[in-house]
């Protein structure tokens, strides 16, 4: 190991690759540094401490049942975020309502973020690789007013910044803030998150497929027929694709991110929007998505088209490799 290039560095080396001040990005990531790293420390130990592992006895917004690493690390989160001086007001899976920074410095921030805190939480007990995903915008209101929903309810092509952590074998952060993507991993002898995977880019084409198939009977018949496909000599590589399902989105992204792939978590009687929310899930995986190469539909629309009309609204969601998207939405007519 020489010549590691630290997150910070690369962001202040690379001003060309945001289009607003890049001390502002600096801000902003170091955050979600900050934040992920705390995050990362109490996972690791999750076993070892009664205030960790487990449920927290209270269900969010969604009626889903809040794990205390859910609700420890949107404190962790949204803490770096208030205190960033450029954040004015974020939106997290785990409160109901967006939450406005009410310091005066945060108030003439220019940011909001929306993230989902933990991601894969049903895996935290089971000691499975979990993430965190944020999406970053410029405000809409004014600097210096409270911040708005509008401020919120922004297409995912006006994000300036999005990206994920994953708190796997080893702990990475992966971002783009509009030009390519690049991942860091966290060097544990220093707590520095260094450049490991330089300008990412998601193979076009793939053979692994990542479904909740226990659904499947439950699908629309042209996702049925493009699941009969990935396992047919049919597609083409001539042999039946592998299934992948980790049940962390973060996860199972990142994987197709580096290996060529698909996921797919589509409409199901029981959700018929499909599980997957929009603005802190779906928008900047879709992000980072598109900056590699990749696409992300709900099988009929683009995401980042998507114009929001609520906080916590679900879509279907197919993302991955680009042609592995196209062949699906073919199948969907
Ligand atoms: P979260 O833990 O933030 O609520 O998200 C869980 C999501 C996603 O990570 C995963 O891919 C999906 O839910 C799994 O759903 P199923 O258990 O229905 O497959
Ligand atoms: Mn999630
Ligand atoms: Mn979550």
Do not use: W
């Amino acid at each position: 190991m020489h010549n590691l290039i630290t997150l910070d560095d690369f962001i202040l080396q690379r001003p060309q690759d945001f289009p607003y001040d890049v001390k502002e990005l600096s801000a902003i990531l170091e955050g979600i540094a900050v934040a992920s790293k705390s995050v990362s420390e109490d996972i690791r130990k999750a076993g070892l401490v009664d205030h960790v592992l487990g449920a927290q006895g209270n269900t969010n917004i969604q009626g889903e049942s809040q794990q205390k690493l859910d609700v420890l690390a949107d404190e962790a989160f949204i803490n770096a975020f208030s205190s960033s001086g450029v954040i004015c007001g974020i939106a997290s899976e785990e409160n109901d309502n967006f939450v406005a920074f009410n310091s005066e410095r945060a108030a003439f921030g220019s940011y909001v973020v929306l993230f989902d805190p933990l991601d894969g939480s049903s895996n935290i007990d089971v000691n499975v690789s979990i993430g965190t995903i944020f999406s970053v915008y410029r405000r809409v209101s004014p600097l210096g007013s409270p911040v708005t929903l509008d401020d919120m309810l922004q297409p995912g092509t006006e994000q300036v910044m999005a990206g994920y952590v994953l708190y796997g074998s080893s702990t990475m952060l992966v971002y783009s803030s509009g030009n390519g993507v690049n991942g860091f991993t966290l060097k544990p002898s220093t707590g520095e998150f260094c450049l490991s995977h330089a300008n990412m880019r998601m193979p076009e084409n793939g053979r692994l497929y990542a479904m909740n198939e226990g659904n499947i009977q439950e699908c629309e018949q042209g996702l049925v027929r493009y699941i009969q496909y990935c396992q047919s000599r049919e597609n083409q590589t001539g042999m039946p694709y592998s299934g992948r399902y980790i049940g962390s989105l973060v996860a199972d992204f990142h994987r197709n991110l580096i290996k060529g792939g698909i996921y797919i978590y589509p409409s199901v009687p029981a959700s018929p929007e499909g599980r997957l929310r929009l603005l802190y899930e779906c928008n900047p995986l879709a992000f980072i998505a598109e900056q590699a190469g990749g696409l992300a539909t709900t099988g009929r629309q683009r995401i980042l088209d998507i114009v929001p009309a609520q906080l916590h609204q679900r879509v279907p969601y197919y993302v991955g490799s680009k042609l592995m998207v196209e062949k699906a939405m073919s199948f969907l007519g």
